[in-house]
């Protein structure tokens, strides 16, 4: 496995699948790293399977949440051999954003404003998102890229970014990996108290609640209830979908287009995202766990 750090080594390097990181990885990491695996070898792509790992500053709305999040390189990097990646890319922050050449500020696709969603609670995210997505794509070089489905509105970000850039990157989804009390495997978990935690359940339980209803509206003001029972200590947003667009959804749009329930609260401090199929599009295979 090589570890790049530098110029020279990005610039040797041959194009692969690549799974964009934060660091801090953990067991749904693992799950898209084994995608990108399998799409490099499929696609026989030379560069393989790559890995960054980069802390972007761009995205914190909150210098704190910026100035906390964990960096765990050495056990990140443990976990990428384990997994059999061919390059993990370390760059630093003036090989994603030199200072010698033209500004990373590529438009915000359109499922990225206006929606109501990670785009109003986290003010300036997707324009950070976007500049670092399209710096690290021209870095390596990728053929594909691998996102987890936990961030469904990044997901779609992703995909209109590439094909708005004309990137020539093909954005492949990774489902949310649940630890089996069915919380979705954040960075951010390590930071709930047991208590917390129990609490953060009502995550993953309001997405099932949702799926019982027909009507949108109805659906969301079930999310919006099983939250406040579950005890979060705030509640961004309960929201019903259109999967790709964002968009709001109506009664008669369940039976035309597939739906999403996304869903964002906070607990004991911690912002933590969840989202799954609603409709009669979802998947009916989709357990109690979500």
Known sequence: MRVITDRAGLEALEPGALVPTMGALHAGHAALIRIARTAARTSALPGGSQVTIFVNPRQFNDPRDYETYPRTTDQDLRLCEREG??????????????????????????????????????????????????????????????????????????????????????ILPGPTVRDPDGLALSSRNVRLTNDGRRRALSLSKAIHEARKHADPTDAEHSMRRVLTQGGVDEIGYASVRHAQSLLPMRIRDARRSPGRALITAVVEGVRLLDNGPWGLAADASVSTGV
């Not at 929606?115 to 500049?131: I, K, S, T, W």
């Not at 710096?135 to 779609?156: H, I, M, N, P, Y």
Request: aromatic share 6%; net charge negative; proline share 7%.
């Open 85 to 170: 990646v061919d390059a993990v890319i370390i760059p630093s922050s003036d090989i994603v954003y030199p200072e010698d050449g033209p500004k990373i500020s590529p438009a915000v696709p359109a499922m990225g404003q206006g929606r109501g969603l990670e785009d109003a609670g986290r003010p300036g995210h997707f324009e950070g998102v976007c500049a670092v997505l399209f710096s690290l794509f021209k870095l390596t070089r990728c053929a594909a890229a691998v996102f987890g489905e936990k961030d469904w509105q990044q997901l779609q970000v992703a995909r209109a970014l590439s094909e708005q850039e004309r990137l020539s990157v093909q």
